[in-house]
């Protein structure tokens, strides 16, 4: 018999505020007692459908590399209430999502559309790019040499270098990266007062779903226009070859290749950009270890891949089961969905020592911050390449950081990252 998660313990998971304010410690008390008292349980939270939390290491990943079983395409793929759903249906013509990304899709469908670009992401497609990346670091670092000494990193820098990056790779023009970064802010903060669209209406349980929905409207006038022109002059980037995919044997209709730049203009950086926010923090707060790194340049790597875990941005995604499974001696049936919990797996005590301690040398680091399975972070590579480049490049030459206010979460329950990092600084 599959227990129940008491509701009061639960339902500050479905809520944004719960990430944002307080750096998230609420929300990992929360899933601390979830994975010792209710490690695969029931939340039967109102207004939304009943599902398993799923929250221990070991759990997360058999879900995730059980993509035949527990699929993507089923139902929602992102934590909707169920009213938002019948206005996803409304707005649809009757789909589940309103968007058709990679991350929406299974199987072979799923196959095809990745194949599309995952050679761009590879660490041999990549190579190409070290020089964009490299010259992106430098320009972001030049701007904090010029606001010095004091600046909002989140928003000078985080938000913008990450973005640059990929948007220079899909072929967006620079003075376009603003409005995108604006887009992407509405579309995963639409509870947040500083970062959500102008009359979005947090109070409003369906809120999300008309942000997303206006969202995805905006990105399709946006990326028509660039469809347009790459089909009647294609060059070499990303924007090419999603406009021409039927010449590389992926035909997509009109709103599955609007997805597909959405999910990079989205996923392609706001991750990222989380990550590098979240680290500058931590530094701030932490002098110790930023002298542990000038001492020892060799261990930017591992402080990379500990940053990541420790950020998390992404906290949860949905699964459906399409068919019945026994997971951890719990009979999961056919149709019931799944809360994957990322964050709660990158902080499972049973899988990292001292997990809420950030260890810069941790090794291994096995965290699944980029997912697994065949829906494992197209762009991890990518990730990794630019949270190196830029901090290989900033910590010799950063001698002090520390906080000149107050550092704020983002209210998201979905992808959730810093949106203010106050800090004063000396740069040699
Ligand atoms: C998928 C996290 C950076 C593009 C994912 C998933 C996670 C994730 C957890 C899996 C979703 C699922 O299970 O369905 C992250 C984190 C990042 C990051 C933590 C940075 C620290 C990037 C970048 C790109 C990117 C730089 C740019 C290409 C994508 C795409 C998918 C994806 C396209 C969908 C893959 C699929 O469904 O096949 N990411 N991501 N991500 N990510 Fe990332």
């Known amino acids: 018999m599959a227990q129940t998660i008491p509701t009061e313990l639960v339902a500050p998971l479905f809520n944004p505020l719960t990430f944002g304010e307080g750096k998230r410690d609420k929300a990992h008390e929360i899933l601390r007692k979830i994975r010792a008292d209710y490690p695969l349980a029931k939340a039967e939270v109102p207004g939304f459908d009943p599902m398993w939390i799923v929250s221990r290491y070991k759990d997360v990943r058999e879900v ?13 793929k992102t934590l909707v209430p169920q009213s938002g759903k019948q206005l996803v249906a409304e707005f649809t013509g009757g789909e589940k999502n309103i968007l058709k990304t990679l991350v929406h899709m299974d199987g072979e469908e799923h196959i095809r559309h990745r194949k599309l670009t995952a050679p761009e992401f590879s660490p041999a497609g990549l190579s190409k790019f070290v020089p964009q990346v490299q010259e992106s670091a430098d320009r972001w670092i030049k701007v904090m040499e010029e606001q010095g000494p004091e600046m909002d990193f989140a928003k000078e ?39 959500m669209r102008p009359g979005a209406d947090p109070t409003d349980p369906d809120e999300l779903v008309k942000t997303w929905n206006l969202v995805n409207q905006e990105f399709g006038k946006y990326y028509s226009g660039i469809i347009e022109d790459r089909r009647s002059c294609p060059v070499d980037d990303v924007a090419s070859i999603l406009a021409n995919s039927e010449k590389h044997g992926c035909p997509m209709d009109p709103r599955t290749m609007i997805s597909y730049f959405l999910i990079f203009s989205s996923a392609g950086h706001d991750s990222a950009a989380a990550t590098t926010a979240s680290s500058m923090w931590y530094l701030a707060e932490n002098p110790d270890v930023l002298a542990q790194l000038r001492a020892d340049p060799s261990l930017v790597p591992s402080f990379v891949e500990e940053s990541i875990r420790w950020a998390s941005p992404v906290q949860q995604f949905i699964r459906t089961a399409a068919e019945d499974y026994e997971l951890n001696g719990q009979q999961i049936k056919k149709g019931d969905q799944l809360y994957v919990s990322y964050f709660s797996a990158n902080f499972d005590e049973e899988v990292f020592e001292d997990p809420y301690t950030f260890t810069v040398d941790r090794r291994p680091n096995r965290h699944i911050a980029f997912g697994a399975g065949d829906h494992i972070c197209v762009g991890s590579n990518l990730a990794r390449l630019e949270l190196k480049t830029f901090w290989e490049k900033l910590i010799p030459r950063l001698e002090s950081v520390e906080l000149a206010g107050e550092a704020q979460m983002a209210n998201s329950e979905f992808v959730c990252g810093p949106k203010k990092v106050p800090i004063r600084y000396k740069l040699s």
């Open 157 to 195: 820098v985080a938000f913008r270098y990450p973005l640059e990056v990929m948007m220079d790779i899909v072929g967006v023009p620079r003075e376009e990266h603003p409005r995108i970064l604006e887009l992407v802010q509405w579309f995963f903060n639409f509870a947040d007062p500083d970062l």
């Open 64 to 76: 995730l590399r059980n993509d035949d079983v527990f699929r993507s395409a089923i139902e929602s």
